[in-house]
C-alpha cells in the first residue's frame, strides 16, 4: 500500500494523533458492522433492540442479542490493526475515540480510549441503575437482585446521552491533535460524525480509512480505501523504514 508522502512525513514527526473507530475497526476480528450489507440493521429492527421504548417492549430479545454480542466481544482476536494502534502509542500520543461497545481496544491494550456510545462489558438495572452483569446469563428475562427490575448493557441508546466525561475528552483531544485518524465508520451518527470537521477546522491532517470511504468531499485530506487491519499496520510499518 502506498500512503501519501506527507502522511509519512507528518507521522515522523510523532504527532499528537486521535484515532476514532466504527464498527469497521471490528469487522476483520468477525464482528458484524451496522450498515453494510449483511450488517445487523439488515436483519435486526433497531428500535427493538437500541432505543428505551424498545427494551421494555421487547426486553428478553433485547437482552438475548446484547448478551451474545458480549460473549461474541468477549471472545472473538483483536485483528493486526488494533495491534498497530498499540504500537502507534509507544511512539507517539495516541487518543481513541471509539464509537464501538465491544471492549476491543481495550482488550488489545490501547491505554487511552473513550467509549462514545458506552460498553458492552457492564450493565445496569433500568429501574434503580444498580450494576449487574448480562454477559453470563443463561436465564431471561435477567432482573435485578436488589429491585426486581430489568438489567439493561451500560451501552448509549438511540434518544440517549452520550456519557459526559468520554464526549468531552473527545472533543478536547479531536480539537488540539495534528492527526486524525477516521477509521472505519459510516460516520451517520452525531456527535461522532461531527468529529473529522472539527479537527480539519482545527488544523489537523485528516485521514479515513474505509474501503468504503463516506465523509463528505473536502473533510479528510487523504483517504485510503483499505481494510482497517492492512491500513493501520502499513502506518506502523512507515515509521520503521
Ligand atoms: P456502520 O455499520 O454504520 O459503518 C461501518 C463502516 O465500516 C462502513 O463505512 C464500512 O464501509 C466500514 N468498514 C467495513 N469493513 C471495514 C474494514 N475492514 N476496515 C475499515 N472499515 C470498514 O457503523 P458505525 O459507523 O460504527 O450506535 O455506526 C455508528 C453507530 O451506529 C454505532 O455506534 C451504533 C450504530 O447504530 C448506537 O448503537 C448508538
Redesign the pocket.
Known amino acids: 500500500m502506498t500512503l501519501p508522502p506527507r502522511l509519512i512525513s507528518l507521522l515522523r514527526e510523532r504527532p499528537r494523533t486521535v484515532v476514532h473507530?466504527?464498527?469497521?475497526?471490528s469487522?476483520?476480528s468477525g464482528i458484524a458492522?451496522?450498515?453494510?450489507s449483511g450488517?445487523?440493521?439488515d436483519r435486526l429492527d433497531?428500535m427493538d433492540l437500541?432505543t428505551p421504548d424498545g427494551f421494555l417492549r421487547h426486553t428478553e430479545a433485547s437482552q438475548r442479542w446484547y448478551a451474545q454480542r458480549m460473549q461474541q466481544a468477549q471472545t472473538v482476536t483483536p485483528h493486526a490493526?488494533y495491534d498497530a494502534l498499540v504500537h502507534l502509542e509507544h511512539e507517539m500520543p495516541v487518543t481513541i475515540v471509539t464509537?464501538?461497545?465491544d471492549g476491543l481496544h481495550h482488550r488489545a491494550g490501547s491505554s487511552t480510549v473513550h467509549e462514545?456510545?458506552g460498553t458492552l462489558r457492564t450493565a445496569h438495572c433500568f429501574a434503580c441503575g444498580h450494576p449487574s452483569h448480562l454477559a453470563d446469563a443463561t436465564d431471561f428475562p435477567v432482573h435485578c437482585t436488589t429491585c426486581g427490575g430489568f438489567i439493561r448493557p451500560d451501552?448509549?441508546?438511540?434518544g440517549e446521552m452520550l456519557p459526559e466525561a468520554a464526549l468531552s475528552a473527545a472533543f478536547a483531544a479531536t480539537e488540539t491533535c495534528a492527526l486524525f485518524l477516521h477509521?472505519?465508520?459510516?460516520?451517520?451518527?452525531y456527535p461522532?460524525?461531527s468529529l473529522p470537521g472539527l479537527a480539519r477546522d482545527a488544523g489537523a491532517m485528516v485521514v479515513e480509512?474505509?474501503?468504503?470511504?463516506?465523509l463528505p468531499h473536502g473533510v479528510a485530506h487523504y483517504t485510503l480505501p483499505?481494510?482497517?487491519?492492512q491500513?493501520l499496520p502499513a502506518l506502523v510499518n512507515a515509521l520503521r523504514t
Open positions: 473507530t466504527g464498527a469497521g475497526m469487522a476483520e458492522t451496522f450498515r453494510s450488517g445487523m440493521w433497531l437500541a490493526g464509537q464501538n461497545v462514545l456510545h451501552v448509549v441508546w438511540f477509521v472505519g465508520t459510516s460516520s451517520n451518527v461522532a460524525a480509512i474505509n474501503p468504503e470511504p463516506g483499505h481494510p482497517a487491519g491500513a
